[in-house]
């Protein structure tokens, strides 16, 4: 088996710019994603602040060049909650089926692990029909390839392009499920070095 060539790093603020480039394409080009309008480098680092104050955001980087990110936030904010995040991931169109992804995700996951976190869940968005062309499976069926499992099925929920698409909520539960489990720690108290 061939080792990756590029490495999984935590996320930097600095790396804001290659972030929104990766990020941009899915926006305009793609209903993977449900924002309208690319988000800038400045966003980017909000959201890096925000994710980071709490969760993981790590990118593949590769002589410099950053391949993808994945990185989770709140499920919801009520505080039974504290235990499931929501899971996020983007890969630079060029590095589709390299093996970014699952290895992206496989560190998340790890990290999310040492956190305390026992559910991951991923709202991806769903075609009506096979012949889309803004939008296939193909995050479905990467999600249920790591073990997620379907859970939910939201219709015509989101507009983008002059058409409706659907919404999934897939799962997966990461940790045992103990009565008074401890509360999850910060990203930063449990990371490696």
């Known amino acids: 088996m061939q080792t990756p060539d590029w490495i999984i790093r935590p996320v930097r603020e600095a790396d804001a710019p290659q972030l929104a480039a990766i990020y941009?394409?899915?926006v305009e080009q793609t209903a993977i994603t449900f924002e309208y309008l690319a988000p800038t480098a400045e966003e980017?680092?909000?959201r890096i602040r925000n994710t980071l104050s709490f969760y993981p955001y790590l990118a593949a980087e590769r002589d410099g060049t950053l391949l993808g990110y994945a990185y989770a936030g709140p499920f919801k904010a009520r505080a039974a909650y504290?235990?499931?995040?929501?899971?996020t991931i983007y890969v630079a169109m060029d590095q589709h089926r390299s093996g970014v992804g699952r290895s992206l995700y496989l560190a998340l996951e790890e990290a999310l692990k040492r956190q305390g976190i026992l559910n991951l869940n991923a709202c991806i968005?769903?075609?009506?029909?096979e012949s889309d062309p803004y939008l296939d499976r193909s995050s479905i069926l990467f999600h249920e390839q790591l073990g997620y499992v379907q859970t939910a099925h939201f219709h015509n929920c989101a507009s983008k392009f002059g058409r409706w698409y659907d919404m999934v909520w897939m799962e997966k539960?990461?940790?045992?499920h103990v009565e008074n489990p401890a509360p999850p720690m910060p990203y930063h108290t449990v990371q490696e070095t």
Do not use: H, L, M, N
């Not at 539960?173 to 045992?176: D, L, V």
């Open 24 to 26: 941009a394409p899915y």
């Open 44 to 46: 980017f680092e909000q």
């Open 82 to 87: 504290a235990w499931s995040v929501e899971t």
């Open 125 to 129: 968005a769903c075609p009506r029909s």
């Open 173 to 176: 539960p990461i940790g045992e």
